[in-house]
């Protein structure tokens, strides 16, 4: 059965740089497509983007010039970076899995992140 | 963007009572979607894919139906357990979005 295991910096100052990491445990990591998706009152659940084990990725195009989505297969990690926080970028930033044509079926147990000067 | 437009927001039911909660997307999506259920703290969990194949492991007493537009997530008779927040997700598109969410309370 397919674990994460999500890891980051939960507090932030404006202009600063968010950075999450997703280990994934008990299956395969190649095969997948692993993301990224964030949750606030203001905006409900946000898909941000995802990343083949490939290496080949898609972003939400609201995000696109800020976020990077990387893949460490040799670490069966992934990461989330996102830059020049707002505090409208305030969520709580879940990883999650999915396999080809199905949506996401395994996810991390989030991780809160505020952004206040 | 293709946009998902749940209805009701917020539904108060009764132990025993069939829920219908509706999901609706501004293009069609075949049957290309997804209904989680999330708790309070909790990721969600994916109970239907594909608008209507039951994920393993979840009750029979969810349902779903619909294709191109339209979709319903029905709950026969619902249980304690299912008061929860109910979200649609399309995975139509690469650009894959969520319905802004049915609170389902006791009533």
């Known amino acids: 059965q397919v674990q994460l295991q999500q890891w980051g910096a939960g507090l932030l100052k404006p202009s600063e740089t968010l950075s999450l990491t997703c280990a994934v445990y008990?299956?395969?990591?190649?095969?997948?497509?692993w993301g990224w998706v964030r949750q606030s009152p203001a905006k409900g659940l946000e898909w941000m983007g995802e990343?083949?084990?490939?290496?080949?990725?898609d972003y939400n195009p609201s995000l696109e010039s800020r976020v990077t989505i990387s893949v460490h297969t040799s670490k069966n990690q992934f990461s989330l970076k996102l830059t020049s926080v707002t505090a409208a970028d305030t969520a709580v930033y879940f990883c999650?899995?999915?396999?080809?044509?199905?949506?996401?079926?395994?996810w991390g147990r989030g991780t809160p992140v505020s952004v206040s000067s | 963007d293709i946009q998902m437009t749940q209805s009701p927001s917020t539904l108060s039911a009764s132990v025993g009572d069939r829920v219908t909660i509706t999901c609706r997307a501004s293009e069609t999506i075949v049957s290309w979607l997804a209904w989680y259920q999330q708790k309070p703290g909790k990721a969600p969990k994916l109970l239907i894919s594909k608008a209507s194949s039951l994920e393993s492991g979840v009750p029979s007493r969810f349902s779903g139906s619909g294709s191109g537009t339209e979709f319903t997530l029905t709950i026969s008779s619902l249980q304690p357990d299912d008061f929860a927040s109910y979200y649609c997700q399309q995975y139509s598109s690469y650009l894959k979005t969520f319905g802004q969410g049915t609170k389902v309370e006791i009533k």
């Open positions: 008990g299956g395969s990591f190649s095969g997948y497509y």
């Open positions: 990343i083949s084990h490939s290496g080949s990725t």
């Open positions: 999650a899995g999915r396999m080809l044509g199905t949506p996401f079926h395994y």
